[in-house]
């Protein structure tokens, strides 16, 4: 397995699956802050076979180098070889990029750091009335709900006062439920580079604003990124509406998958069947390990 260089320029980068981390949005975005971000082909005897972007940072006196959600594969293998190669291909990467931390897709040699964890990975491919016959019993209840409950919604590129106001809401989320977010400098810095890489959807009850959501676009895949409730968009079940509507629209412009972040069934079980039931695939990730250790 033979890692070579790939910029941006590179056909690599308009093929296969598309996270968040592995998107070239992501990699400019963190380059406005200080990073060096490095990218790279994988290639086999047979021909080019996946791409990886690999963030650089300094942390104090140390380099570190980060590879998450990646290698993507663009032209993978057969399923009985995918993990020989893609132990292959996490070992050359190791030895390119002399310490490096990773987060592969799929699960692969190194030093654990970390434990897997799971994403839940939404098909947008599907007709919307196959997409709404996958929804959990209960998630289409609160649907049909919502639908009645006279809201008001809104989907648009979103503008800075607006986002401004949802990153203050999910600030105080955050600190009330003791999780972490990317930091509100990079959403910031993620719309200020293009305001149409963004959806924003919104709920009202007539003037007043009770719910809304906030997706990253990298083609050919969106990332659900911030959400928010108020007390009247929770009894309503606002969420639930936004993010259907959300899912036909996104369907409608030709993303194919939607991520739906981690799914953590210990710490956070009402967001996990939230997320589950809307239908998505629940996916695995291999565990966070430092390479090189063979």
Partial sequence: MIIVSADAASDLWRAGPMPLQQ???????????????????????????????????????????????????????SAADLETEAGLALRALGRRFRPLVATPEIAGPGLPLVTPGHRALLDLAAEPGLLRSRLAPKWRNRLVRAEGAGLDLRLSWPDAPTVARLLAGDAIQQKARGYRALPARFTEAWIARDPRSALLAEARLGAVRVAAMLFLLHAPWATYHIGWAGAAGRQVHAHALLLWRSMLHLRDLGFSTLDLGDVNTEDAPGLARFKIGTGARVAPLGATVLLPFL
Avoid: D, K, N
Wanted: aromatic share 6%; proline share 7%.
């Fill in 23 to 77: 998107s070239l949005a992501y990699g400019a975005v963190l380059a406005r802050f200080g990073a060096t971000v490095e990218r790279v082909g994988i290639v086999a005897p047979s021909g080019a076979r996946g791409r990886a972007q690999v963030i650089a940072r300094r942390v104090g006196p140390l380099g570190l180098r980060l590879l998450s959600r990646g290698p993507v594969w663009v032209a993978a293998p």
